[in-house]
């Protein structure tokens, strides 16, 4: 056996009882490291990612069950706008939160941050958020969270004691849940554009850019929107013209989406099968925009335009979920 192959074997066998011992953190490393040979920009948002899905999975639909929870509302009847309601969101099967924790927010979720020795900061914000989910999945029963996101069932009344410890650990998460947000936003905002000019150098725009362009464009239309409505500087121009920018990012969708010609699946043909795994949230978030430009020009009453944000809000939170979950399984 020549020493080559003495080697590979030997390469081999190290892998397999790496595997078998949960010796991860051997893997982890030469992930990095491969993505680092890449571009740093890439290892570093192979660092984020895990942390990012945590996030994605978990705290929006957390944050609307703490709203109908501290607003009640009668529930809505078992129509078609009830069963249609329930595709808006397609980012887990799991049906509680605590489901969701064991899958994707669990120990280790800080292992590639600490092993690239980046944002150590960005680190810290994430255990903490971590111990306040666990407090919070630990205090509040899992009932049928994901779907119609409710702390509690309509037959459980708690106890004052149990109240003021619901009150307790969700104001501790929402601060861990801003604090850690705010910080990957920023980050994830930056990283994308360096993303944008990798693809072209190295395959042109092709479809890859065009999706990622898309939803650069997605994140940038609800950010635009939501400084506006903070800062009361929204008017029905910028809403206009950030709608017609996000039409225009949608549009060039069209000439990749013919049908595939046969042959094994490919990245391009990976990238096809989410532009069209978005289409339908992609068309909803339009519609929610023209939505609340049309019942502003018809000057409508402002609980009907806040309604109006509400469902651009949270249509974009539907398309990212969809996004996401494809994204996470195909790249």
């Not at 003021?164 to 994830?188: F, H, K, M, N, P």
């Not at 990245?267 to 909803?284: C, F, H, S, V």
Request: charged fraction near 25%; hydrophobic fraction near 40%; proline fraction near 5%.
């Amino acid at each position: 056996m020549s020493s080559r192959m003495m080697f590979c074997l030997g390469i081999f066998f190290a892998l397999v009882i790496m595997a078998l011992t949960s010796a991860t953190r051997p893997f982890l490393q030469l992930d990095l490291w491969l993505d680092g040979r890449d571009a740093p920009v890439t290892a570093q948002a192979n660092a984020l990612s895990p942390v990012i899905a945590c996030v994605n999975r978990i705290d929006v639909q957390w944050r609307a069950a703490y709203d109908r929870y501290k607003n009640p509302q009668p529930p809505l009847p078992r129509d078609q706008r009830w069963l249609k309601s329930l595709n808006d969101f397609d980012d887990s099967d799991a049906f509680n939160v605590r489901d969701i924790q064991r899958d994707v927010c669990g120990q280790g979720l800080t292992e590639k941050l600490e092993l690239l020795a980046w944002q150590p900061e960005l680190a810290r914000q994430t255990n903490e958020y971590v111990q306040a989910l666990t407090h919070v999945t630990t205090t509040i029963a899992p009932t049928r969270f994901y779907r119609e996101a409710s702390f509690v069932s309509s037959s459980q009344q708690p106890s004052t004691g149990e109240l003021a410890a619901i009150e307790r650990v969700s104001q501790e998460y929402i601060g861990a849940s801003t604090a850690l947000r705010q910080s990957l936003l920023s980050l994830d905002a930056a990283q994308r554009p360096e993303q944008l000019k990798l693809i072209e150098a190295r395959l042109g725009r092709d479809i890859h850019w065009y999706l990622l362009a898309y939803m650069i464009q997605a994140r940038e239309t609800v950010d635009v929107l939501d400084e506006a409505m903070k800062n009361r500087t929204l008017t029905p121009k910028l809403l206009a013209d950030t709608t017609a920018k996000l039409q225009q990012a949608w549009n060039r969708r069209e000439p990749w989406l013919a049908p595939r010609t046969g042959g094994f699946q490919n990245k391009t043909d990976a990238a096809r099968d989410l532009w069209l795994r978005i289409g339908e949230p992609g068309q909803n978030y339009l519609e929610a925009l023209n939505t609340l430009q049309a019942d502003w020009h018809n000057h409508a009453k402002p609980e009907r335009l806040s309604e109006d944000y509400y469902a651009v809000t949270r249509r974009y939170d539907g398309l990212l979920s969809h996004y996401n979950r494809l994204a996470r399984a195909s790249f």
